[in-house]
């Protein structure tokens, strides 16, 4: 399949997948409490934070491997470090359930597992080329993920709602990703077998990789616990359900170009082909990230008032204010792919970094300035740097 064709495949599922939260978003936010969104997001975004490395990014090395049986054990190993990373879970949910008296913590080791299966076998599908599957299975963990929550809200779940939507939702996307079964199915994938040499092959992914994209998911987690510990769980649901929305246009279309732009990335016959890809993909996302940003900058707060209902005005104003960061990362999101298909990931872990202490130092600056909606703006002037430097750096590779 083309890479324009497996995007718009991709794209379509992502379409409908963001869609259905989208537009079951008013009536969410009406069935639940900010305080209520603030606990769950806290306690998702720090499952979300594990599972990103829940097999130690070696479900991005599938690419790399030419042949089946090869990719079968690399995906045996991924298995095997997520049940370790999911054991390791339960200590975490159990001792800050009971140190933070946060009940819905209990649910953090079914979280990560579920998402961090889904994310593994995602890679194992695009493999495969299985674009359809991939695209039915975004429907499931986004769509499906917000009609349960919709539903365990009738009932007035509280943050279990929100945690058990979101976690149903995942565990079906992994479930469905499942395709193709690998040689000789799926039980011989925790059979004992040789792994340390695979492992050692694709060192660079737990190596580089995992601190480079916990570091990523960390800037969430670090966050959400700076505006709790700040400006209590109202804000932090407030800046949740801002994020949440603002990012969805770049979950719809980073994520369907990502996974279709990393394998074309690695099959480049030259790094010039590569960069030229890269350039076209930086440019039509800069056209897409505009509107977007003038949009929010010039109606945020009375969108978000009008859709989610007067309680959730605060969320406008930050929106307002996270617009120009919010342009700058739906243009980067699709294009991290691109360190590791140019064996850059060193260097991707370092100008992380460097990001991560930028943004929290943008945030921690507007907190103090100007509350929440300072704290938008902070993050929007420091990521502005950050991001900057990595756009040219992608344009001008050697």
């Given at each position: 399949m083309s890479l324009t064709?497996?995007?718009?495949?991709?794209?379509?599922?992502?379409?409908?997948?963001?869609?259905?939260?989208?537009?079951?978003?008013?009536?969410?936010?009406?069935?639940?409490?900010?305080?209520?969104?603030?606990?769950?997001?806290?306690?998702?975004?720090?499952?979300?934070?594990l599972a990103v490395v829940g097999c130690a990014r070696y479900e991005f090395a599938l690419a790399l491997e030419r042949d089946d049986a090869g990719a079968a054990r690399l995906l045996a190993l991924c298995l095997r470090v997520l049940l370790a990373v999911t054991a390791a879970s339960v200590l975490v949910g159990g001792a800050w359930m009971l140190w933070a008296d946060l009940p819905v913590a209990a649910a953090l080791p079914m979280a990560v597992l579920a998402a961090a299966a889904s994310q593994a076998l995602g890679q194992w599908a695009a493999r495969a080329g299985e674009f359809a599957a991939l695209a039915w299975a975004r429907v499931l963990q986004w769509g499906g993920g917000a009609v349960a929550q919709v539903g365990l809200g009738l009932v007035h779940a509280g943050p279990w709602g929100l945690m058990g939507g979101a976690t149903l939702g995942a565990a079906a996307a992994a479930v469905l990703q499942a395709r193709p079964a690998p040689q000789g199915g799926w039980r011989r994938l925790l059979a004992p077998?040789?792994?340390?040499?695979?492992?050692?092959?694709?060192?660079?992914?737990?190596?580089?990789?995992?601190?480079?994209?916990?570091?990523?998911?960390?800037?969430?987690?670090?966050?959400?616990?700076?505006?709790?510990?700040?400006?209590?769980?109202?804000?932090?649901g407030a800046w949740a359900l801002a994020l949440r929305y603002l990012k969805a246009p770049a979950s719809l279309v980073g994520g369907s170009l990502s996974q279709a732009l990393y394998p074309r990335l690695t099959q480049a016959a030259t790094l010039a082909e590569g960069r030229a890809l890269v350039r076209r993909n930086l440019l039509l996302l800069a056209a897409l990230a505009l509107p977007l940003m003038l949009v929010l900058l010039a109606f945020g707060p009375w969108l978000f008032a009008a859709v989610f209902g007067p309680d959730w005005r605060a969320a406008g104003e930050l929106a307002r204010a996270l617009a120009p960061y919010v342009a700058l990362h739906f243009i980067a999101s699709p294009l991290s792919v691109?360190?590791?298909?140019?064996?850059?990931?060193?260097?991707g872990l370092k100008l992380a970094l460097v990001g991560q202490v930028l943004f929290v130092g943008g945030l921690a600056a507007g907190l103090h300035l100007g509350g929440l909606a300072g704290a938008g703006w902070?993050?929007?002037?420091?990521?502005?740097?950050?991001?900057?430097?990595?756009?040219?750096?992608?344009w001008t590779w050697e």
């Open positions: 064709r497996a995007t718009l495949t991709l794209l379509a599922g992502s379409a409908l997948a963001q869609a259905i939260p989208l537009l079951l978003g008013p009536w969410i936010a009406r069935l639940y409490s900010p305080a209520a969104y603030g606990e769950f997001s806290l306690v998702w975004t720090v499952a979300s934070n077998q040789p792994l340390r040499e695979l492992a050692q092959r694709h060192r660079d992914f737990p190596l580089l990789n995992t601190p480079h994209a916990f570091a990523g998911a960390l800037q969430d987690t670090l966050a959400l616990a700076l505006l709790t510990a700040w400006l209590g769980a109202p804000a932090a691109v360190m590791m298909a140019w064996g850059a990931q060193a260097w902070g993050v929007s002037a420091a990521m502005l740097l950050y991001f900057g430097y990595f756009f040219w750096a992608l």
